[in-house]
Nanobody
Framework: QVQLVESGGGLVQPGGSLRLSCAASGSTSSMHAMGWYRQAPGQQRELVAIIDQFGTRRSEHSVKGRFTISLDNAKKTVYLQMDDLKPEDTAVYYC?????????WGQGTQVTVSS
């Protein structure tokens, strides 16, 4: 089992920045990728960004150039630096970890972009 604990959400004005963190614990040796998904009200959960153990990144088109994902392998922590936030980025952001045997989800953290 892998446990994921997120932090860093909140309320920010358009154009502002937030940094999300997600620390993994438990059977982390089987993990091969970590990332972030988000779900806005009435919408399906969608991939935001993901990074694998080799540092290969993939991100959703609308966040390219604004969001940066990074991984501290030693701390088993994934970060999402979000800059130039827009109202359409408002959603619950979920940490995600992929392992050899199954996938894991965090509890979610609310990000609200509003003036």
């Amino acid at each position: 089992q892998v446990q994921l604990v997120e932090s860093g959400g909140g309320l920010v004005q358009p154009g502002g920045s937030l940094r999300l963190s997600c620390a993994a614990s438990g059977s982390t040796s089987s993990m091969h990728a970590m990332g972030w998904y988000r779900q806005a009200p009435g919408q399906q959960r969608e991939l935001v960004a993901i990074i694998d153990q080799f540092g290969t990144r993939r991100s959703e088109h609308s966040v390219k150039g604004r969001f940066t994902i990074s991984l501290d392998n030693a701390k088993k922590t994934v970060y999402l630096q979000m800059d130039d936030l827009k109202p359409e980025d408002t959603a619950v952001y979920y940490c995600y970890a992929a392992s050899t045997y199954e996938n894991y989800w965090g509890q979610g953290t609310q990000v609200t972009v509003s003036s």
